[in-house]
């Protein structure tokens, strides 16, 4: 079954800094992917998506990322990363011929003032 | 209105009592779907609804019984559940059950079992 890995369940980066979160689909067709971001206690938020229309995928709150087929990747990026950044942020996929989005472990973003 | 509810937010329950989750969105979502999440853990699907239809269901023990009124509203019923049944449940809807639309989600019902 087509999944996603989430490399590093924790990242601790300085505000004002480089936001790099790493997801990697397995599949040799690509999926459609989607990034959602968690506050606590709350729901999901969807912050972009790859759908194969494009594959640098601009979302909200200034994040985008680069869908790469060779590298079977779809990194999450931030120029400048805020407090307001500090959530729990998971990579999802939808498998080809599957209906329903599987997530990946997830990863905690922290921000240092 | 582009808003999932859930209601209620916070739920604790014996594991004799009968309860149910609710679940509603107004903006033409024809797919709507329950997740169950442990702490620090991602979202496990549960069921999935397709035009108010049972379209999957991941093996989920009989004590969770989902129930698709109409086009709007989702329901969870609870029956006899477990402690380890203790968890975040969300709801989410989507334009259509092909998901390259992206799920909106609600804010979840934190249920515990005692």
């Known amino acids: 079954a087509q999944s996603v890995t989430q490399l590093g369940s924790h990242v601790s980066v300085s505000e004002g800094a480089l936001v790099l979160l790493r997801c990697n689909y397995s599949?040799?067709?690509?999926?459609?992917l989607f990034w959602y971001v968690q506050y606590p206690n709350q729901g999901l938020q969807l912050l972009l998506k790859?759908?194969?229309?494009?594959?640098l995928v601009k979302g909200i709150n200034g994040f985008e990322a680069e869908f790469k087929k060779s590298e079977t990747s779809f990194h999450l990026t931030k120029p400048s990363a805020h407090m307001s950044d500090a959530a729990e942020y998971f990579c999802?996929?939808?498998?080809?011929?599957?209906?329903?989005?599987?997530f990946g472990s997830g990863t905690r973003l922290q921000v240092q003032p | 209105d582009t808003e999932v509810t859930q209601t209620p937010k916070h739920l604790v329950m014996g594991m004799t009592n009968k309860k149910s989750l609710k679940c509603e969105q107004h903006m033409g979502h024809r797919a709507m779907y329950w997740y169950k999440q442990k702490a620090k853990k991602p979202p496990e699907l549960m069921f999935v609804y397709s035009y108010e239809k049972l379209s999957i269901n991941e093996s989920v023990p009989s004590r969770f019984s989902p129930e698709c009124p109409n086009s709007s509203l989702l329901n969870l019923h609870l029956h006899a559940l477990q402690p380890e049944d203790s968890a975040l449940y969300l709801c989410a809807s989507s334009q259509d059950i092909e998901t390259y639309y992206g799920y909106t989600f609600g804010s979840g019902t934190r249920l515990t079992v005692v």
């Open positions: 999802a996929v939808t498998p080809r011929g599957r209906r329903a989005l599987t």
């Open positions: 599949s040799s067709v690509p999926p459609y």
């Open positions: 790859y759908t194969s229309a494009a594959t």
